[in-house]
Every structure is written in structure tokens, then in C-alpha cells.
């Protein structure tokens, strides 16, 4: 059976989350991904707990590949995609990580919020050499966030999604037959294509179309397309 693989997972720790969405098209794991987590809850499992974010592809029962969804993150500002880029990249080692983990760590800064504190910071940052008032503004902004005591930075909210149709236009076709409804599907894979050491796939036994939850062993059968 063929099919697509949805992986939004923490392992143990300050938090667990093993769910799988399993899907015969990107249309129904974006409905399904949509539906269940909104930006608050991506923003913080990715920024603050790193989850493994990947899209599986299952051709004819043998994991075939797959891709990493995190550079497909988009806040729906260049400089906030940015920052969000830089805070995978540095997590929980050196800047800007120390300062989102300053920001953040009083806990009543939401994560998205703080992405846009850390886009002004980095940008008062770049110009304080050559700007007169963009240091003075980095000083208190600095002192601020060490006083625990952070102004609101102007500006629209910030979002947090996924680029589904850039996402799309990787995705390979899947070769028939398609896994269906309330069928369970196991399947193997090569060591090219083996899942990373993080990824709830090593502790799925079975996956049925719709949610799984590996973690917990709860499965919810795709409310579409199960009879």
C-alpha cells in the first residue's frame, strides 16, 4: 500500500507529542494538520522543543523517502521567515536563541510574539553601528528583556504555517494501490531511507488512514474517507 506521512513529534522530555497523519494527498493531511494544531501550539513545539516535522512517502508498503518541513515554515513576513529559520538553526545554542529563551522564559510571551521581538532586536542590532537612535533603542530594548519587563512591538501578529504548495511540487506521485480506509498498514525501509533517530516511525507498528497517535496508541480514522 502507498501513502503519505505526516510527522509532527517531540520525543520525551519537557514535552511528548507522537502524532502521524496519514493521508493519499496533501489536500487531506493539510485539512487533517490544519484542523489540530494552530500557530501557537506549531510555533512552540518547533522553536522551543525542536519537533521533528517530515513528510514520509510510502511506496507499495517500503518507506521510500521523504523531506524535512521545517524550511517550509512561513510567517507571512520575509523578516520574521528569517528568524524562525535562525532560531532552528541556532536552537539552544547561541544567538538568537539565548534571546528568544530570555523572552520566553518568564512565560507570559508567547513564542510568536517573541519571534517578532527578536526580528526587531536583530534589526536595531544591524543598524546600531551606523544609527544613533537604532542603539539607543537596542540599549533599552536590551535592558528591557533583562528586566523581564519587554515592550510590545508595533506591527500585525504574527502567523506561523506551512507553504503547502511549495510542499506540494516535492512530493512525488504514490503508485497504486493506495492504503484505504480502516486498513492498517506496516511497512519497512532501506537503510538509505531509514527515518532519523527521533522519528515516532521506529514505534509505529501499524498506521491507519487519518491520525495516529503513537505516543499513546490512539488512532482516529480519517472522518472523510472511512466508511
Not at 494538520?33 to 525542536?50: E, I, N, P, Q, S
Not at 512591538?153 to 506561523?160: E, N
Amino acid at each position: 500500500m502507498s501513502c503519505y506521512l505526516l510527522e509532527f513529534s517531540v520525543g520525551p522530555g519537557g514535552a511528548r507529542q507522537g502524532d502521524i497523519h496519514a493521508g493519499r494527498d496533501l489536500a487531506a493531511l493539510r485539512a487533517a494538520f490544519d484542523r489540530r494544531y494552530d500557530d501557537d501550539h506549531l510555533a512552540y513545539m518547533t522553536l522551543w522543543y525542536g519537533a521533528v516535522l517530515h513528510l514520509w512517502v510510502v511506496q507499495d508498503g517500503t518507506l521510500a523517502g521523504g523531506f524535512d518541513l521545517h524550511p517550509f515554515l512561513r510567517t507571512g513576513d520575509p523578516r520574521h521567515d528569517t528568524t524562525v529559520a535562525a532560531l532552528l538553526e541556532s536552537q539552544r545554542d547561541g544567538e538568537p536563541w539565548d534571546l528568544f529563551d530570555r523572552i520566553t522564559d518568564p512565560g507570559d510571551i508567547e513564542s510568536l510574539d517573541a519571534v517578532r521581538i527578536v526580528t526587531h532586536f536583530l534589526d536595531l542590532q544591524a543598524r546600531a553601528a551606523t544609527d544613533p537612535a537604532a542603539a539607543t533603542a537596542l540599549e533599552a530594548l536590551d535592558e528591557a528583556v533583562l528586566d523581564g519587563d519587554v515592550p510590545p512591538v508595533p506591527g500585525p501578529p504574527c502567523r506561523l504555517t506551512l507553504d503547502w504548495a511549495a510542499i506540494e511540487s516535492q512530493l512525488p506521485p504514490l503508485r497504486e494501490p493506495l492504503l484505504q480506509p480502516g486498513q492498517p498498514t506496516t511497512f519497512t525501509w532501506t537503510d538509505a531511507t531509514a527515518p532519523t533517530a527521533d522519528s515516532y516511525l521506529h514505534h509505529a507498528d501499524e498506521l491507519y488512514l487519518g491520525f495516529n497517535d503513537v505516543e499513546s496508541g490512539y488512532d482516529e480514522l480519517d472522518p472523510v474517507t472511512a466508511p
